[in-house]
């Protein structure tokens, strides 16, 4: 069982930056390719980054034009992200969510993972 985390949402202005960071509870981390999601208001959840078990591999939404960045630190057991350039499309809440052990599959299908947690709010006023 895994149990996520997530801090660093807040209000920030467009074309400001923020750090979104998921903390991970167990021993066994490193065993888990790691994905964040968000949801906006009537809409439905979609993928916006993972990383594999070892952080060798990322994955992102082709919409965030390179702006964020995944990262992971396995010795505290947190994956962050690094979100600049924010603008109002980027509003909405962001989800950890981590894999099962040793499984990869596909990094954008939120189906595929089986922790998830709380969400963090990320609001972007123009």
């Known amino acids: 069982q895994v149990q996520l985390v997530e801090s660093g949402g807040g209000l920030v202005q467009a074309g400001g930056s923020l750090r979104l960071s998921c903390a991970a509870s167990?021993?066994?981390?490193?065993?888990?390719?790691m994905g964040w999601f968000r949801q906006a208001p009537g809409k439905e959840r979609e993928f916006v980054a993972a990383?594999?078990?070892?952080?060798?591999?990322?994955d992102y939404a082709e919409s965030l034009n390179d702006r964020f960045i995944i990262s992971r630190d396995n010795a505290k057991n947190t994956v962050h992200l690094q979100m600049d350039s924010l603008n109002p499309e980027d509003t909405a809440v962001y989800y950890c969510?981590?894999?099962?052990?040793?499984?990869?599959?596909?990094?954008?299908?939120?189906?595929?993972?089986?922790?998830w947690g709380q969400g963090t709010q990320v609001t972007v006023s123009s």
């Open positions: 167990g021993r066994t981390f490193s065993s888990h390719a």
């Open positions: 990383i594999s078990r070892l952080g060798g591999t990322t």
């Open positions: 969510a981590a894999k099962r052990a040793y499984y990869s599959g596909n990094y954008r299908d939120l189906e595929t993972y089986a922790y």
